[in-house]
DNA sequence: AGTGGTAAAGTGGTCAGACCATACTACCAG
DNA sequence: CTGGTAGTATGGTCTGACCACTTTACCACT
């Protein structure tokens, strides 16, 4: 970086540079999220590892986030590091948000939305998904088998193994619309959540479906992930159908 | 961050809020140019004024001007000072809108997202359209096949159609959801404005698809309501493609 | 094994002072 | 009045330091 002063040659054909640094900083971060190698909810590296990866000062890469901040791409916290936000959030949400409180009826429709988009990750992922993604993907399935047969439930890897789908579909503005649908989801199911709790027999359905998806994603069949999914989904919303008629 | 399981506790002893320094400068100095002192195209005290009448340090001047200025509210000149912008005509960009403009690869990926939710759209239209929706889209329809006869082109009626389509599925989330995607699909239609003239050769194309979509939904018939719109969203997605190779 | 406390490391927030690059201003020579 | 020039003001970047908060690991206690 250190390039002295060089008069002598300077003077003719300066490159005009209209962009800062810290510009250059932005736009380089905000590519690598446009891409999808970091997404929704990961942890950016710290601003002094940035600096030195970039050969910038940490007060550029301080200018840049705060760009980035103030477009809502990136969050950061103070002494816990900074996140990627979800860019479909403020337009998907809150118009939404208003219609899910104690209406049954929208909850279902997300639910039926929810199951003809996962339907379709299924089947982009069994053509695009990476060696790697599968391989998060049956770890997060193992993870689950495990977890049944020591009779626990933790939705969270439930959760982490729709995601890891999602983003294999390596279609950047559907893994931050997914998202989006998640956190209805959940907020949804923070009201009504009785319905997380489903039967054993229903669990062990629910783990045989989730294996024959992978199998789909695995083999690069499209067609069988995407049916093995629907099948799925079209399960989940018929026991949702069912909770919701008893009560 | 970290929602845990707070459960029922959740709600209470939240709210402590700290603010930064940064956007302490940045809101004082938004409520100057908000209460009129400062005005469009009046220039801001310099930095290091600005510093030491505050009493911080000229980093944090400069982090509330780098949020103002990715607001828009001011903007800066490298040897020039600083000046207050005109806010009324600066558009406020979401995230997402950030990603469309600079990136096609995005627009693309939000194309196909579009293309399968309105598959389904199709397909649930013809299973749950009431009659008079049935008429109003043949409505729309009719009104494009006038229009292409005239060699006339309007956006809105397709967009009307389509809309209409999604409407018929009687599902609100659904409804609301596309609603934002084609508010998306609309601003970057509206950066690559190009795409939106097609060959007169497409055109007819595309009416016929159209037409056919719309016997699928009149018949009740959603694999041929959903097969006909896909085809003509892969010939959409394929058009685009080509006009995004060729530039 | 679980709980709670504590120390250390990691990370963002702020500060100070320096230097560079560009724009502005005043002055001067013609 | 014109064009050049030097000096000054100002934004842009860098360095290094310190503070405040979070995370993590470890340990003592139950």
């Known amino acids: 970086m250190s390039q002295k002063k060089t008069e002598s040659l300077d003077g003719l054909f ?3 540079r209209l962009e800062r640094v810290s510009e250059k900083v932005a736009n380089q971060l905000r590519e690598v999220i446009s891409q999808g190698i970091l997404t929704v909810g990961d ?34 916290f103070h002494g816990g590091g ?15 948000q208003i219609f899910l409180e104690n209406d049954r009826q929208r909850v279902l429709e997300l639910t039926e939305v929810r199951a003809f988009m996962e339907a379709w990750a299924a089947r982009e992922a069994a053509r ?9 993907i049956q770890g997060y399935l ?11 439930i933790r939705f969270e890897v439930d959760f ?16 931050h619309l997914i998202d989006s649908i998640y ?11 009785e319905l997380v709790f489903a039967a054993r027999e229903d669990q062990e359905t629910i783990l045989s479906h ?8 695995r083999d690069r069949d499209p067609s069988a992930a995407e049916a093995a999914m629907t099948r799925h989904l079209l399960f989940v919303v018929d026991r949702f159908k069912k909770w919701s008629s008893e009560e």
């Open 142 to 152: 193992e993870e689950m088998e495990r977890d049944f047969a020591a009779g626990e």
């Open 160 to 175: 982490k193994f729709h995601t890891e789908i999602a983003a294999a579909t390596r279609n950047t503005i559907f893994v």
């Open 82 to 96: 900074s996140i990627v936000r979800n860019i479909t959030d403020e337009e998907i949400r809150s118009p939404i």
């Open 183 to 193: 956190g209805l989801i959940s907020y949804s199911v923070k009201i009504h959540r």
């Open 43 to 76: 942890r950016l590296p710290s601003e002094r590892d940035l600096a030195e990866q970039m050969g910038v000062s940490r007060a550029s890469v301080r200018e840049a986030l705060q760009i980035l901040a103030a477009q809502g791409i990136v969050e950061s």
């Open 14 to 16: 300066r490159t005009i």
């Open 128 to 136: 695009n998904r990476t060696d790697s993604q599968l391989e998060r």
């Open 210 to 217: 989730h294996r024959a998806v992978f199998d789909g994603i």
